[in-house]
Nanobody, 113 residues
Framework: VQLQASGGGLVQAGGSLRLSCVAS??????MGWYRQAPGEQRELVAT???????NYVDSVKGRFTISRDNAKKTVWLQMNGLKPEDTAVYHC??????????WGKGTLVTVSS
């Protein structure tokens, strides 16, 4: 399984970014995003199941939207109303139909105040 993320960058507070992740390999029951800020533990941001059920960490509810295309094995994270505290390396994540977890190399999101 390989996860290729893109879409990070530098944005001012209040701005928007859209992260994309393309997966290769087997079937993916859950796809999502984790993030890790400097000096902080990794944090689950959002997940979406292959049936379309979503889950978000409280701090991003109402600002971030996760979506996926099962046929394209792609997951997106639309991030609006970005805040400096959203600054982190964002990692694509998947939990496969075989019960295995994978994380991709991250993409850096920097939000300036």
């Amino acid at each position: 399984v390989q996860l290729q993320a893109s879409g990070g960058g530098l944005v001012q507070a209040g701005g928007s970014l859209r992260l994309s992740c393309v997966a290769s390999g087997t079937s993916f029951r859950i796809m999502g995003w984790y993030r890790q800020a400097p000096g902080e533990q990794r944090e689950l941001v959002a997940t979406v199941t292959n049936g379309g059920s979503t889950n978000y960490v409280d701090s991003v509810k109402g600002r971030f939207t996760i979506s996926r295309d099962n046929a394209k094995k792609t997951v997106w994270l639309q991030m609006n109303g970005l805040k400096p505290e959203d600054t982190a390396v964002y990692h694509c994540y998947t939990y496969t139909d075989y019960g295995l977890e994978y994380w991709g190399k991250g993409t850096l999101v920097t939000v300036s105040s």
